[in-house]
């Protein structure tokens, strides 16, 4: 069964950075794109990034509104997936999830997610 | 940047009845579009994906049609633990992974 659990999530001023971990079982991780999206209530889903496969280059992609602040990583090793999030903004609160990308661009399982609230 | 348009907001039915939930895209996506169910407290779960083929362990029950720019998400008798939040999501154009604002289904 596939799991995927974040941690990582909290109280942040604005400008500050937090990492985000989500740590994946049941499935080959290392054979896997990855993605981070964000929910918030007045936003609704947002895609945030995603992470390619190290042979398809281990390439990664930011939706306009992070590009520059945010960067996504893997540990193939730990099977673990990162968001590095820096100069951090009031709109970036929400609640982040981790999942697989399936067939490229749709989304095929889901973390729990974890909440980043930033906020002075 | 291509908009997704849900409609209804709600949707208000009861246990047995018929759902039908629409989502237009401001220009043509094909068929890249996906329906997702979230319910309080969850993250989303994959429905259907290129418009029509259910994801693996979807009951038969869910159905998706449409390509272009109109798309519809069919419950054809609606259970009790069909009562949720139903997003699409394109996957056509930057940025990848719009999504809709979502219809909820509720208990009439």
């Known amino acids: 069964e596939v799991q995927l659990v974040e941690s990582g999530g909290g109280l942040v001023k604005p400008g500050g950075s937090l990492r985000l971990s989500c740590a994946a079982s049941?499935?080959?991780?290392?054979?896997?794109?990855m993605s981070w999206v964000r929910q918030t209530p007045g936003k609704g889903l947002e895609w945030v990034g995603r992470?390619?496969?190290?042979?398809?280059?281990?390439?990664?992609d930011y939706a306009a509104p992070v590009k520059g602040r945010f960067t996504i990583s893997r540990d193939d090793s730990k099977n673990t997936l990162y968001l590095q999030m820096n100069s951090l903004k009031t709109e970036d609160t929400a609640v982040y999830y981790c999942?697989?990308?399936?067939?490229?661009?749709?989304?095929?399982?889901w973390g729990q997610g974890t909440l980043v609230t930033v906020s002075s | 940047e291509i908009v997704l348009t849900q409609s209804p907001a709600t949707l208000s039915l009861s246990p047995g009845e018929r759902a039908t939930l629409s989502c237009r895209a401001s220009?043509?996506?094909?068929?890249?579009l996906a329906w997702y169910q979230q319910k309080p407290g969850q993250a989303p779960r994959l429905l259907i994906y290129d418009a029509s083929n259910r994801a693996t362990g979807i009951p038969a029950r869910f159905s998706g049609s449409g390509s272009g720019t109109d798309f519809t998400l069919t419950i054809s008798s609606l259970e009790p633990e069909d009562f949720a939040v139903y997003y699409c999501q394109q996957r056509s154009n930057w940025p990848r992974g719009t999504f809709g604002q979502g219809t909820k289904v509720e208990i009439k």
């Open positions: 999942a697989t990308d399936f067939r490229e661009a749709y989304f095929g399982s």
């Open positions: 049941g499935f080959t991780f290392s054979n896997v794109w």
């Open positions: 992470i390619k496969i190290k042979t398809d280059g281990g390439t990664t």
């Open positions: 220009q043509s996506v094909s068929s890249y």
